[in-house]
C-alpha cells in the first residue's frame, strides 16, 4: 500500500507550514501503520527537530549522529535516524552544524542525501523538511524526493516565491532527477476571503495535476510544538488535524478505503 515513496516538503519562504506539515503529515501516515523517517534538512532553531526531538538519551554523545554526519559521509542515514516519542515516526534529527554543509559543499553533494536514502532501510514514507531558501540544502533534498509538497500562507508575496520554487524544480527535473513532481500544495493556516479564494484557484490552475488541500487557520497549531506533540496527540479533534489526516487519506487513496 504504501510504496516507499519520498516527499520533500518545501518552500522558500519561512512560515509557510513546512515543518507543521512534516511532523504532522508523518504522525498522520505513522498512526495508520506506516514506518515513516522525517529528515529535517533545516538547522535553524523551532525545527521538526525541535518538535520531535530524537530519543537518544541513553546512547554515547559521541554516537549521536545527525544529518550533518550524513551528509559528511561520517555516518550512514540509519545511524543518524531515531526513534521519536510518536510510534513509527523516526526522525534524522539537524543542528546549527547543518549549516557547514553549504561551505563545504563535498564532491557529489546534489545527490548525496539520495544516495543516503537508496542504501539505507527502506521505510515505507520519507518526509525531508526543507530550509526557507533555495540553497544547496534545499536542491539536495529535492533530489533525493520524487514528490514535492508546497505549504502556502495565502499571500500575494507568498505566491512570488512559489513562482522562484518552481525555476528551482525545473532545473532540478532537468539536471538532476528527471522524477521529480509536485504532488500536493497546501493552503496552510486558511481563513474564509475572496482573497484566499483567488489564491486557492490561482494554485490550482499553476499546478493542475496535483493535489489541493487546504489546511485551516486554529491556534493549535502554534501550540503543539511547545509541548512536542503532533497535532493527532495534542488536538486530535482540531481541524487542522482533520485537514491533515484528509490529506494523507488523499495522498495513499487506500487509506481512505480502508478507514470508510
Not at 11 to 40: E, H, P, Y
Request: aromatic share 6%; charged share 20%.
Amino acid at each position: 500500500m504504501w510504496g516507499r515513496r519520498r516527499f520533500v516538503v518545501t518552500n522558500q519562504k519561512g512560515g509557510q507550514g513546512k515543518t507543521t506539515t512534516t511532523v504532522n503529515l508523518g504522525a498522520q501516515l505513522a498512526s495508520q501503520g506506516a514506518k515513516v523517517r522525517a529528515i529535517d534538512a533545516d538547522p535553524q532553531i523551532g525545527s521538526a527537530t525541535f518538535w520531535l526531538p530524537p530519543q537518544w538519551e541513553h546512547v554515547d554523545p559521541g554516537q549521536r549522529f545527525d544529518l550533518s554526519h550524513v551528509l559528511t559521509g561520517q555516518a550512514t542515514l540509519d545511524q543518524a535516524t531515531w526513534p521519536t516519542t510518536v510510534p513509527g515516526l523516526f526522525i534524522v534529527p539537524s543542528f546549527h552544524s547543518l549549516g557547514q554543509f553549504e561551505l563545504l559543499r563535498p564532491p557529489g553533494a546534489d545527490l548525496v542525501l539520495r544516495q543516503a536514502i537508496d542504501r539505507a532501510e527502506p521505510y515505507d514514507v520519507t518526509l525531508t523538511d526543507c530550509p526557507p531558501n533555495l540553497g544547496l540544502l534545499t536542491v539536495t533534498s529535492i533530489t533525493s524526493s520524487d514528490e514535492v509538497i508546497i505549504p502556502c500562507k495565502p499571500g500575494g508575496l507568498d505566491l512570488a516565491g512559489v513562482n522562484d520554487l518552481n525555476q528551482t524544480l525545473a532545473l532540478v527535473k532537468d539536471r538532476l532527477n528527471p522524477n521529480v513532481h509536485v504532488a500536493a500544495v497546501l493552503v496552510c493556516g486558511k481563513l474564509q476571503s475572496n482573497f484566499v479564494d483567488a489564491i486557492e484557484q490561482q494554485l490550482q490552475a499553476d499546478y493542475p495535476d496535483a493535489i489541493h488541500q487546504a489546511i485551516r487557520h486554529t491556534v493549535r497549531v502554534g501550540e503543539a510544538p511547545t509541548v512536542r506533540q503532533p497535532l493527532i496527540e495534542y488536538a486530535p479533534d482540531s481541524t487542522a488535524t482533520e485537514d491533515y489526516r484528509t490529506l494523507a487519506g488523499r495522498l495513499f487513496p487506500a487509506l481512505s478505503t480502508r478507514s470508510a
